[in-house]
């Protein structure tokens, strides 16, 4: 038995800290800190300073500055870089982190290693980091000592609630690694639903963005990069635009822009100008329609051709995972099978071929308006005639989306 007091006192602190706090009050801290790190990296690194998407007050700035500081070691620059690189370069080799040319268990497991090499680029920093803050504070103290914050929070952990303050440091450095390099880096690139058909593999991860702050919704983030809200459907939720609207309120931010959600009104009578304006702002939505149409289209076609003709069916039938994708997601084993699908069916070649074309509405960065007015007339007027259901109800659509 331990007689002398200093080490009795020692061991009492160690067992207690100063707080001598409950089990359950220490995981309600860990839970609330963890949390606001999230929301810190969400309305602060993500959507204000890589996007641009709102404007904050100084107060919320730097407050939000000194939290990511202490909990995560991140410097502001880097993680803004590194993340716009992402988007400029998605899916490529040039990706610091998809799971589609990485692997998804490279990223799911060494996702903060693969942040942390391209934070060694200097040329990433340098071309993707403008725009961020470099004031004396951020030379002299959050990018200059970067580690010495997480060690500052080691020591109040420890100060706070003894030994076990341990465990509640170790959560706070994991949550970011595993949550946003792992899960969001990775499984936001992998494996979800999608609303938008943009040109990249992002998912939304759960239509509730509440534990990592809204950034389960990355198909909608990826769709519409500088948007200040995540959310997209009626049933979808963002905790992270929640606390933006409540910082708006207080007058503390200032929202720069949303994606636009598409209305709809009485068709127009013939495509023109506003058309092709609210066809381009919604082409992801109108993509994921035809993709939908496609799927169905696929759906319909095996169904009869199953009695009659059962290897032209079965053929269909090996088609229906990845047909309704975008023309880019095919492998090449796809594309060779395109030929003999559009000999068993007239109704998908035409689907396919005519996806094409109109995705050249949106591309054809040289053209005037009045050429692409003329380009979208046209291929609304193939489509009705076509005698294809699929490709006369997106015409239809195309004409009753509201002006953008």
Same mark, same amino acid.
């Given at each position: 038995?331990?007689?002398?007091?200093?080490?009795?006192?020692?061991?009492?602190? @160690?067992?207690?800290?100063?707080?001598?706090?409950?089990?359950?009050?220490?995981?309600?801290?860990?839970?609330?800190?963890?949390?606001?790190?999230?929301?810190?990296?969400?309305?602060?690194?993500?959507?204000?300073?890589?996007?641009? *998407?709102?404007?904050?007050?100084?107060?919320?700035?730097?407050?939000?500055?000194?939290?990511?500081?202490?909990?995560?070691?991140?410097?502001?620059?880097? &993680?803004?870089?590194?993340?716009?690189?992402?988007? *400029?370069?998605?899916?490529?080799?040039?990706?610091?982190?998809?799971?589609?040319?990485?692997?998804?268990?490279?990223?799911?497991?060494?996702?903060? %290693?693969?942040?942390?090499?391209?934070? #060694?680029?200097?040329?990433?920093?340098?071309?993707?980091?403008?725009?961020?803050?470099?004031?004396?504070?951020?030379?002299?103290?959050?990018?200059?000592?970067?580690?010495?914050?997480?060690?500052?929070?080691?020591?109040?952990?420890?100060?706070?609630?003894?030994?076990?303050?341990?465990?509640?440091?170790?959560?706070?450095?994991?949550?970011?690694?595993?949550?946003?390099?792992?899960?969001?880096?990775?499984?936001?690139?992998?494996?979800?639903?999608?609303?938008?058909?943009?040109?990249?593999?992002?998912?939304?991860?759960?239509?509730?963005?509440?534990?990592?702050?809204?950034? %389960?919704?990355?198909?909608?983030?990826?769709?519409?990069?500088?948007?200040? #809200?995540?959310?997209?459907?009626?049933?979808?939720?963002?905790?992270?635009?929640?606390?933006?609207?409540? @910082?708006?309120?207080?007058?503390?931010?200032?929202?720069? #822009?949303?994606?636009?959600?598409?209305?709809?009104?009485?068709?127009?009578?013939?495509?023109?100008?506003?058309?092709?304006?609210?066809?381009?702002?919604?082409?992801?939505?109108?993509?994921?329609?035809?993709?939908?149409?496609?799927?169905? *289209?696929?759906?319909?076609?095996?169904?009869?051709?199953?009695?009659?003709?059962?290897?032209?069916?079965?053929?269909?039938?090996?088609?229906?995972? &990845?047909?309704?994708?975008?023309?880019?997601? &095919?492998?090449?084993?796809?594309?060779?099978?395109?030929?003999?699908?559009?000999?068993?069916?007239?109704?998908?070649?035409?689907?396919?071929?005519?996806?094409?074309?109109?995705?050249?509405?949106?591309?054809?960065?040289?053209?005037?308006?009045? #050429?692409?007015?003329?380009?979208?007339?046209? &291929?609304?007027?193939?489509?009705?005639?076509?005698?294809?259901?699929?490709?006369?109800?997106?015409? @239809?659509?195309?004409?009753?989306?509201?002006?953008?």
């Amino acid at each position: 038995m331990i007689e002398h007091p200093v080490v009795r006192a020692v061991l009492g602190f @160690l067992d207690t800290g100063l707080l001598d706090a409950s089990g359950w009050q220490i995981v309600a801290y860990t839970l609330l800190t963890t949390h606001v790190t999230i929301a810190a990296v969400t309305v602060y690194l993500h959507r204000c300073q890589a996007h641009r *998407a709102l404007d904050l007050h100084p107060v919320v700035s730097h407050f939000f500055r000194g939290w990511l500081w202490l909990t995560t070691g991140m410097v502001t620059k880097e &993680w803004a870089a590194i993340h716009r690189k992402h988007h *400029a370069k998605c899916e490529t080799a040039e990706d610091p982190h998809s799971p589609q040319t990485r692997g998804i268990r490279k990223v799911l497991l060494e996702g903060t %290693e693969l942040y942390r090499e391209e934070a #060694k680029n200097r040329e990433t920093i340098q071309k993707y980091g403008h725009g961020t803050p470099d004031d004396w504070v951020e030379r002299n103290v959050y990018a200059r000592y970067s580690v010495l914050g997480v060690y500052v929070t080691l020591v109040l952990d420890v100060l706070l609630f003894g030994a076990i303050g341990l465990t509640v440091f170790a959560i706070q450095m994991l949550w970011i690694p595993v949550t946003a390099a792992g899960v969001i880096n990775g499984i936001g690139h992998w494996w979800g639903y999608r609303n938008f058909d943009s040109p990249d593999a992002a998912t939304n991860v759960l239509p509730w963005g509440i534990l990592i702050g809204g950034e %389960e919704l990355h198909n909608n983030h990826h769709a519409f990069a500088s948007s200040a #809200k995540l959310s997209n459907r009626w049933y979808e939720f963002d905790i992270g635009w929640m606390y933006i609207r409540i @910082l708006q309120m207080l007058g503390l931010a200032t929202v720069r #822009k949303v994606a636009p959600v598409p209305k709809f009104t009485a068709p127009r009578a013939a495509v023109d100008l506003q058309t092709l304006q609210a066809v381009i702002a919604h082409r992801y939505d109108l993509m994921a329609a035809y993709g939908k149409s496609l799927a169905q *289209a696929c759906s319909e076609e095996i169904a009869r051709l199953r009695a009659a003709r059962p290897a032209d069916a079965s053929l269909i039938q090996s088609s229906r995972r &990845w047909l309704h994708l975008d023309a880019t997601k &095919w492998t090449e084993q796809n594309k060779a099978k395109l030929a003999d699908i559009f000999a068993v069916s007239d109704r998908l070649k035409k689907l396919v071929e005519m996806r094409a074309e109109l995705a050249a509405t949106w591309e054809r960065s040289n053209a005037t308006p009045d #050429k692409l007015v003329a380009h979208l007339q046209d &291929w609304c007027a193939r489509a009705e005639a076509s005698g294809v259901r699929s490709l006369q109800e997106l015409a @239809l659509r195309m004409r009753r989306y509201a002006a953008a």
